[in-house]
């Protein structure tokens, strides 16, 4: 039978802002041209920043006294969890050597970048744990530079925690610098340091729209639109913790669809209760942003069974997944379309997001029905190298020829028989 929508998304009013495409392009140029007095222009206009771009030692110093030691160990926690996982990622992109042929090498290296770009974004939250996913991860991959950047709280500059993050992650240099202008500094390389190889990191639509401008010279992690979350559950979830996950993450904005996909009508019924009554729990302005993000792209969805059920998950292929269902080990298998995957009620999405290890900057979309999150391998270059021997010359040659002609490509053929000729020669010196 077709899913039924107990709830179904109404889809959000017209953007009063308009395209953010144009205005982006716009400060692009303008960055591009006049570089670092563009960027101070920007940072006094749009973020009220008349201080040092370069954050200082003693700043980040003066920062970390003011993170209350509770937090710090919080911190620390969550950054050890990450580097840990990152590094295990790390070890299993490995260089290879195989000989196809006699005398036929070829093989492949893993190369990291020489320097990666992190924006850290700021708005409504201290986003601490977006500083440990990015700049963790590219120390774990090998990157030598490590710049990033975070918009200013308030005129003291960047939130003491977020700086603090950013230093124990492993940031070489620090900029108090956000939006369009942020995202610039990092990729042309303002204020001292070395351009940027990739942009990563989240960020607002403007932030995403620079990222997807400059991408081509420079690598980005992906073109993030809002945080998605899909909850698959059945009949034995708990309707409370399924309700307070999905008010969870629509608490994110009034742009993040929240989804629950069940073959349970009462449970489903029963969250349709629950969740209008966790959001009014929120403080302002988070409760207006849940209730904002429910009413509009809150979605409930009943169906079948549980094939029915992942099918609809590999079709929404959603940001972050969390299945609350009996036959964990069935659903880990049968699902293919995920950012990330949460297997059972004790897992949540604001672990993954917070501190459990793999990383929180994940495809949304429906990007994940063709791409992964950020890892240690967005901050590698896999590249291959061969070498051929003279046992394996003749056969290569003689196909590469071949292939050549029949493809009117006689300068081709022409580089593959000269090799073929010099070993001849050589063949013949040799026996006489």
């Known amino acids: 039978m077709p899913v039924e929508h107990l709830k179904k998304a109404t889809g959000l009013p017209p953007n009063p802002k308009g395209d953010a ?11 591009k041209n006049q570089g670092e007095a563009a960027a101070r222009d920007y940072a006094r206009r749009l973020d009220g920043w008349r201080g040092e771009i370069v954050v200082d030692d003693a700043t980040i110093a003066a920062a970390a006294e003011q993170v209350p030691a509770d937090l710090k160990d919080a911190i620390g926690y969550a950054h050890d969890n990450i580097r840990r996982f990152a590094k295990a990622q790390r070890a299993t992109a490995q260089d290879i050597e195989v000989e196809l042929r006699p005398g036929l090498f070829a093989g492949q290296r ?71 202008q942020g995202v610039a500094a990092l990729a042309y390389g303002l204020f001292g340091g070395p351009p940027a190889d990739i942009l990563v990191g989240p960020g607002n639509q403007f932030v995403a729209e620079a990222k997807r401008q400059l991408f081509g010279p420079v690598g980005i992690d992906m073109f993030a639109g809002p945080t998605d979350s899909m909850i698959l559950a059945d009949a034995t979830a708990d ?80 940001e972050h997944l969390h299945v609350q269902a009996a036959d964990l080990d069935w659903w880990r298998t049968r699902l293919r379309a995920y950012g990330s995957l949460f297997l059972g009620a004790s897992a949540t999405v604001a672990f993954g997001d917070k501190a459990s290890g793999p990383n929180h900057v994940l495809p949304t979309s429906g990007a994940a029905r063709y791409t992964g999150g950020l890892s240690v391998h967005k901050f590698l270059k896999t590249v291959t190298w061969q070498r051929v021997d003279d046992p394996a010359l003749p056969d290569l040659a003689r196909a590469t020829a071949t292939i050549s002609r029949a493809e009117g490509m006689e300068g081709h053929a022409r580089t593959a028989d000269i090799r073929l000729d010099r070993l001849r020669a050589q063949a013949r010196r040799a026996a006489n």
Not at 121 to 150: D, E, F, K, Q, W
Request: charged share 15%.
């Open 239 to 318: 309707p409370l913790t399924v309700a307070w996950d999905l008010a969870g993450q629509a608490e994110h904005g009034y742009n993040s669809p929240v989804w629950l996909a069940t073959d349970d009508r009462a449970l489903a019924s029963e969250v349709l209760r629950l969740v209008p009554r966790c959001i009014a729990e929120l403080p302002d302005p988070n409760r207006g942003q849940a209730q904002a993000a429910w009413d509009a792209l809150g979605e409930v969805m009943l169906c079948a069974d549980r094939e029915e059920m992942a099918a609809t998950a590999d079709a929404y292929a959603p």
């Open 21 to 31: 495409a144009d205005v982006v392009q716009v400060m692009l140029a303008c960055l």
């Open 110 to 180: 893993q190369i990291p970048l020489t320097t990666a770009g992190a924006y850290v974004p700021g708005g409504r939250y201290a986003h601490i744990a977006s500083a440990l996913m990015t700049i963790t991860t590219a120390r774990a991959a090998g990157v030598p530079n490590v710049i990033a950047c975070a918009p200013p709280r308030d005129e003291n500059g960047i939130h003491p925690a977020v700086l603090y993050a950013m230093s124990l992650a492993g940031a070489d240099r620090i900029l108090c610098l956000g939006g369009v």
